[in-house]
């Protein structure tokens, strides 16, 4: 049995953060833990709060799951604090954790930015340098190269530019592009492009979250990198072509549309 652990906020909604994560770890057939940095209210027409976990609660559930069931890859979400970013790396570094996903959660899906200048820099100098990939959308490659990106040629320079200070793949996503959705990886100095038509399915809640996760159970299997993101998107595809439709506002997949 593969051991995938999460680190991510909660949904009360059960469409993105630590309840997407699980249900796509169990879709995988894989053994799903948590680690939970915030629980937030929110459902599928937006989120009404946020309660972040204090950073020592978050090292004391790390202890607890590395001490006794050790994951096979780790994938991170949600982490809105300085404090929470720098345990979190500390104790990815005291482990010794090897296959690592990160999901650079840093623009809301309205343009916000949810982070704080002191945790954006404490993502992108301790948390970063350890993932094993990053999988950024084109706002959030954007905060991470300092320029606009709005085509594929551009998406190849952020990518190259990014990739200047991380030394780890970069999946950058197309979901934000207005000609197509491709998604791009960077990887070992070379590019691979995913070609994706854009479904029509409004109901878009928690793709970024489901990814990473599928992502990180495909690695659990010891499979290279750029089959990895082929199989994960498969996955993802399938879970949003079911057409699933729930609640009032931008819903969630059917994560489940393999079983």
């Known amino acids: 049995?593969?051991?995938?652990?999460?680190?991510?906020?909660?949904?009360?909604s059960g469409g993105a953060g630590i309840q997407a994560d699980i249900k796509t770890i169990t879709a995988h057939k894989?053994?799903?833990?948590?680690?939970?940095?915030?629980l937030t209210a929110q459902n599928t027409t937006g989120v009404t709060g946020v309660l972040p976990v204090s950073k020592d609660f978050v090292g004391m559930q790390l202890d607890s799951v590395f001490t006794d069931i050790v994951p096979d890859v780790v994938k991170i979400g949600m982490v809105s604090q300085k404090e929470i970013i720098d345990m979190i790396a500390d104790k990815l570094i005291q482990y010794q954790v090897k296959?690592?996903?990160?999901d650079p959660v840093m623009i809301s899906t309205s343009g916000s930015r949810l982070l704080q200048e002191d945790a954006?820099?404490?993502?992108?100098?301790?948390?970063?340098?350890?993932?094993?990939i990053i999988t950024p959308n084109i706002p959030e490659a954007e905060c991470l190269c300092g320029y606009t990106v709005k085509t594929k040629e551009q998406?190849?320079?952020?990518?190259?530019?990014?990739?200047?200070?991380?030394?780890?793949?970069?999946l950058i996503k197309g979901g934000h592009l207005e000609e197509?959705?491709?998604?791009l990886l960077y990887s070992e100095?070379?590019?691979?492009?995913?070609?994706?038509?854009?479904?029509?399915?409004?109901?878009?809640?928690?793709?970024?979250?489901?990814?990473?996760?599928?992502?990180?159970?495909?690695?659990?299997?010891?499979?290279?990198?750029?089959?990895?993101?082929?199989?994960?998107?498969?996955?993802?595809t399938g879970a949003l072509m079911a057409n699933l439709d729930l609640g009032a506002g931008r819903g969630p997949l059917n994560?489940?549309?393999?079983?």
């Open 1 to 12: 049995m593969k051991k995938i652990l999460s680190i991510a906020g909660s949904d009360c």
């Open 30 to 38: 894989m053994y799903g833990m948590t680690v939970i940095t915030a």
């Open 189 to 236: 100095g070379t590019f691979h492009w995913y070609e994706q038509e854009t479904i029509k399915n409004p109901n878009t809640h928690g793709t970024g979250c489901t990814l990473s996760s599928a992502i990180a159970c495909n690695m659990a299997e010891g499979i290279a990198i750029k089959n990895c993101i082929r199989n994960a998107k498969n996955y993802i």
């Open 255 to 259: 994560h489940s549309w393999n079983f």
């Open 99 to 102: 296959k690592i996903v990160l």
């Open 180 to 183: 197509c959705s491709d998604d």
């Open 155 to 170: 998406m190849q320079q952020a990518a190259k530019d990014i990739g200047k200070r991380y030394h780890g793949s970069i």
């Open 120 to 132: 954006m820099d404490a993502l992108i100098n301790k948390l970063m340098p350890l993932a094993t």
